[in-house]
């Protein structure tokens, strides 16, 4: 006999403190910021049998709808410093890198991918691919999905 489970999303201010503390022991751990459950436990301010009888049940909610997450195409000149200049204007955007991939270069192009949350932009895609566009060694540059 299986047990159907159900799923709710609930407001965190609607849910009893013990949820909230577990997942954040689980943050911890998984930042980093704890190296242990039970270091994450005495942090969190919990005992570990509730961390243990909640871990599995409870986890944070990440509105989707408000994440922009945007991939990217460009074609660099293999020289030195072009990919650390588009780096630099995804930084000052305040674009979130997620993930970068660069292919071997070959006749002198490297083909190269960038992931990036763009919720916290300053600026537009539009102004942010002009800018790295116009970065010396850019050969080509643009949204390839999103």
Do not use: W
Not at 38 to 61: L, N
Not at 122 to 145: D, P, Q, R, T
């Amino acid at each position: 006999m299986s047990r159907e489970i159900k799923y709710y999303i609930v407001a965190a201010d609607a849910l009893p403190e013990i949820f909230i503390k577990v997942a954040e022991a689980k943050r911890m751990m998984q930042t980093g910021e704890a190296d242990t459950v039970g270091a994450a436990t005495r942090q969190a301010g919990i005992s570990r049998s509730a961390f243990y009888k909640y871990k599995d049940s409870v986890q944070p909610f990440n509105d989707l709808k408000a994440e922009h997450i945007i991939t990217f195409h460009g074609m660099l000149k293999d020289s030195t410093g072009v990919l650390s200049h588009v780096l630099s204007v995804f930084a000052t955007s305040g674009a979130n890198i997620l993930t970068i991939n660069q292919s071997i270069p070959t006749n002198g192009c490297a083909a190269v991918t960038i992931s990036a949350e763009t919720s916290e932009m300053a600026e537009s895609l539009e102004a942010l691919l002009a800018e790295v566009s116009a970065e010396v060694g850019v050969i080509k540059f643009e949204i390839m999905a999103g």
